[in-house]
């Protein structure tokens, strides 16, 4: 494009950025696949969720290699998908597994113990099972037919005193 001035404008980017920019893709899709050769004795399902995992932390960081980082940058990805992520723990225990897995048996590193981590909160667990004085009192609030059905699904549910 060639501006009023006179000067010319290119709106692609230069070819050495986007051979760099290729290259480095190329280097990125590589590394992902030497893991998921690594995790080939394992379940489909966990090879997939662990290379997205770790996929997801070497985007985090700008696309380092992870050769390059360690327990700081490991613990600032799990303290983010806790606090801006706002995952649940399994998730964030799922991602953590991921990056040991990265950096045991891929890496040949060893990690210290992270434990400047903000972990996701678990959710409360309400009780599931009623006692027997609160299931005697829900069924003396019911009255004709739906107390005679609570009263035998209770009894066939309920294992002997």
């Not at 992902?32 to 960081?61: A, C, D, M, P």
């Not at 992520?85 to 210290?112: I, M």
């Amino acid at each position: 494009m060639i501006l009023p001035s006179g000067d010319t404008v290119c709106r692609r980017p230069a070819a050495s950025a986007l051979l760099a920019s290729q290259r480095e893709d190329s280097r990125f899709k590589r590394f992902l696949q030497s893991v998921s050769n690594r995790l080939r004795h394992g379940s489909r399902s966990t090879e997939k969720s662990y290379v997205g995992r770790i996929r997801r932390y070497i985007l985090f960081h700008g696309k380092r290699h992870p050769a390059e980082m360690g327990a700081p940058e490991v613990t600032r990805f799990l303290s983010s998908l806790a606090v801006q992520g706002r995952v649940a723990a399994s998730t964030q225990n799922q991602a953590l597994s991921a990056l040991l897995f990265l950096y045991r048996h891929v890496l040949h590193q060893d990690l210290p113990w992270l434990d400047d981590v903000v972990r996701a909160k678990r959710p409360n667990r309400l009780p599931i099972v009623l006692t027997r004085d609160e299931v005697r009192a829900v069924i003396a609030e019911l009255d004709g037919t739906p107390t005679l059905l609570m009263v035998l699904g209770y009894a066939c549910s309920s294992a002997p005193a």
